[in-house]
């Protein structure tokens, strides 16, 4: 229990934190995790603030298990990716998907639109079905 209380220490993406103290933690000091690991292992690069968000999105989507994440990342890591790269894998559908959205959104399009009836996240969860051969493919 006091353990359930520290929240995670320190991040390691090829160790799944415990979803309970994970959600737990506020989104900062998730972000700031995923920021210390990247420093600690020496990959520091531009816009590592935005990759650190994407990284604790995903994260926070493998927590849930109401999810469809999970299920992708386990299957992403049984076609020969490691946790990491399944992260990045999930990681890259996620930015699409947000880019997508923001350009419809800047483009005008409006949640009263013809085509707005469709859950917007449903591009994105079918995206999630991308082999980890494809991903590979695509990175």
């Known amino acids: 229990m006091g353990r359930m209380k520290q929240g995670v220490r320190k991040y390691d993406p090829m160790v799944a934190p415990a979803p309970e103290q994970w959600l737990a933690m506020t989104e900062q000091q998730r972000i700031?995790?995923?920021?210390?690991?990247?420093?600690?292992?020496?990959?520091r690069a531009e816009g590592e603030t935005a990759h650190a968000v994407?990284?604790?999105?995903?994260?926070?989507?493998?927590a849930d298990d109401e999810l469809p994440v999970r299920g992708t990342a386990q299957r992403l890591r049984s076609e020969g990716?490691?946790?990491?790269?399944?992260?990045?894998?999930?990681?890259s559908v996620l930015a699409g998907h947000i880019n997508?959205?923001?350009r419809k959104a800047k483009a005008g399009s409006r949640p009263d639109d013809s085509n707005s009836a469709a859950?917007?996240?449903?591009?994105?969860?079918?995206?999630?079905?991308?082999?980890?051969?494809?991903?590979?493919?695509?990175?």
């Open 54 to 62: 994407i990284h604790a999105i995903v994260e926070n989507q493998i």
């Open 81 to 91: 990716l490691d946790r990491h790269e399944a992260i990045y894998a999930i990681g």
């Open 100 to 102: 997508d959205l923001m």
């Open 32 to 43: 700031d995790l995923v920021l210390a690991y990247h420093r600690r292992v020496g990959q």
């Open 119 to 139: 859950d917007p996240n449903e591009a994105y969860v079918s995206e999630l079905e991308q082999s980890a051969e494809g991903w590979r493919r695509s990175a």
